[in-house]
T-cell receptor
Framework: NAGVTQTPKFRILKIGQSMTLQCTQD?????MYWYRQDPGMGLKLIYY???????DKGEVPNGYNVSRSTTEDFPLRLELAAPSQTSVYFC??????????????FGQGTRLTVV | RKEVEQDPGPFNVPEGATVAFNCTYS??????FFWYRQDCRKEPKLLMS???SGNEDGRFTAQLNRASQYISLLIRDSKLSDSATYLC??????????FGTGTRLLVSP
């Protein structure tokens, strides 16, 4: 099992450019999440998904879009990059509901800089 | 009020010390609770789940107080390798995981 895989690991974007952060998991987890972490801060939930075809907003969804067409993949889209979106982005997944005390598995993160 | 709140620290302690972190949560319907550890520029990793009856894993003890809506983490006999950021995580329902801002711990020789 590869676990949760994020790509790319690093990216520099110019203001106004768009990009997609990829996240895939091979553990057949229903739940997937996108977080951002600013320097010295905790993780803030951007979007999450409870299964294929279902997504929901987290605390800081503005400027982002997601889709969940398959169980494995949960890409995060930035349409018009802004300097405020400079951050480290983490994707995570958890097993189905009913196993609440099991852990969330994280990808290694994507470090995004918008200049 | 934030859903999950932690003292950001840093907590500076000598090796061998005992240190405790608290975390409060606002949603009384929250279902499960965790402590994660995050090393600099790395992804968070599960340290331990927090059970209603309290639980211990070696030098680490976690407690949950549902009435007061807080959880705690106690680290005994601190090691240099315990230096990290400790994140409180709350499942507020339907597997929505909300993270606190983290508490930074620095253990010095």
């Amino acid at each position: 099992n590869a676990g949760v895989t994020q790509t790319p690991k690093f990216r520099i974007l110019k203001i106004g450019q768009s990009m997609t952060l990829q996240c895939t998991q091979d553990m057949n987890h229903n739940y997937m999440y996108w977080y951002r972490q600013d320097p010295g801060m905790g993780l803030k939930l951007i979007y999450y998904s409870v299964g294929a075809g279902i997504t929901d907003k987290g605390e800081v969804p503005n400027g982002y879009n997601v889709s969940r067409s398959t169980t494995e993949d949960f890409p995060l889209r930035l349409e018009l990059a802004a300097p405020s979106q400079t951050s480290v982005y983490f994707c995570a997944s958890t097993p189905p509901q009913g196993q609440e005390n099991t852990e969330a598995f994280f990808g290694q993160g994507t470090r995004l800089t918008v200049v | 009020r934030k859903e999950v709140e932690q003292d950001p620290g840093p907590f500076n302690v000598p090796e061998g010390a005992t240190v405790a972190f608290n975390c409060t949560y606002s949603n009384s319907a929250s279902q499960s609770f965790f402590w994660y550890r995050q090393d600099c520029r790395k992804e968070p990793k599960l340290l331990m789940s927090v059970y209603s009856s309290g639980n211990e894993d070696g030098r680490f003890t976690a407690q949950l107080n549902r009435a007061s809506q807080y959880i705690s983490l106690l680290i005994r006999d601190s090691k240099l390798s315990d230096s990290a950021t400790y994140l409180c995580v709350v499942n507020t329902g339907f597997q929505k995981l909300v993270f606190g801002t983290g508490t930074r711990l620095l253990v010095s020789p």
